[in-house]
């Protein structure tokens, strides 16, 4: 039996934004990387950093989930989550991700793959104190990927830390909380074309340390 829905088979966008070529893109794919996500930026994409991270859970199946990228550094990216949820746990067991940026406002996708490592303690407390108080105390309230009772069960938590905290200006990071920086082996860059004739350029790490540039086929 179908289900009802509208014309899902008709949706359909001619890709006509921009090109990509191998001989403009930088060496380093970080570089380009940057070069995209500033023009994400100056064409106001909706959260330009929000990406796709895939993990593989202990069961073996991938699993994904949207994560905001907190910075760019030279040999990598990385984001913030709490250790113990359910990715968490997945990097624990093996540390090998994808990472997928999606800006369709420039028709353009960013797939990655890599090695997460966690980030020293000094660099999540650095960035736990800059998020507003709410978060600051949500990280605490919140067994991320845990069954909870209910929406009250949360809320309450949430009304005990705020107590427990309220005399002091500042909240201590949990140890259960922090960042993690992927290190990409393999980054890909893909610019829509018309007619699926998209553009595609990969880069992929040597053990020599150097960066191979691709053209794949759309
Ligand atoms: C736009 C957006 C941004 C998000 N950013 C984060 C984030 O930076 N860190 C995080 O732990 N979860 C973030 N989440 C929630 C995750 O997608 C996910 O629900 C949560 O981390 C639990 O995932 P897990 O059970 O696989 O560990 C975000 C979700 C969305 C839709």
């Known amino acids: 039996m179908a289900i009802e829905h509208k014309d899902i088979a008709g949706i359909r966008e001619d890709y006509v ?20 996500f500033n023009q994400a930026l100056d064409a106001s994409v909706t959260e330009p950093n929000a990406m796709v991270l895939s993990t593989i859970s202990v069961n073996e199946f991938p699993s994904s989930r949207v994560v905001l990228l907190k ?9 913030f989550t709490n250790y113990q949820s359910q990715k968490g746990k997945d990097l624990d067991n093996c540390n090998r991700v994808s990472v997928l940026f999606f800006w369709a406002e420039l028709q353009r996708q960013v ?4 090695y997460v490592e966690k980030l020293s303690p ?9 998020r507003p108080r709410g978060s600051r105390i949500g990280a605490w309230s919140s067994p991320q990927s845990a069954v909870i009772p209910d929406r009250d069960f949360l809320e309450k938590k949430v009304e005990r830390f705020a107590q427990d905290f309220e005399d002091s200006e500042e909240i201590p990071r949990p140890d259960f909380w ?10 890909e860059f893909w610019q829509g074309r018309s007619s699926r004739l998209h553009d595609r350029i990969q880069y992929t790490l ?13």
């Open 122 to 130: 000094e660099d999540s407390d650095e960035y736990f104190a800059s």
């Open 178 to 187: 922090g960042g993690y920086i992927v290190k990409p082996v393999k980054v």
């Open 17 to 36: 934004k921009g090109i990509l070529s191998k001989n403009e893109v930088k060496s380093d794919p970080l570089k380009q990387f940057e070069i995209w």
């Open 111 to 114: 797939r990655i793959e890599g």
């Open 71 to 79: 910075d760019l550094q030279q040999n990598g990216l990385s984001f």
């Open 206 to 218: 040597e053990e020599n340390g150097t960066w191979i540039i691709n053209r794949l086929a759309p």
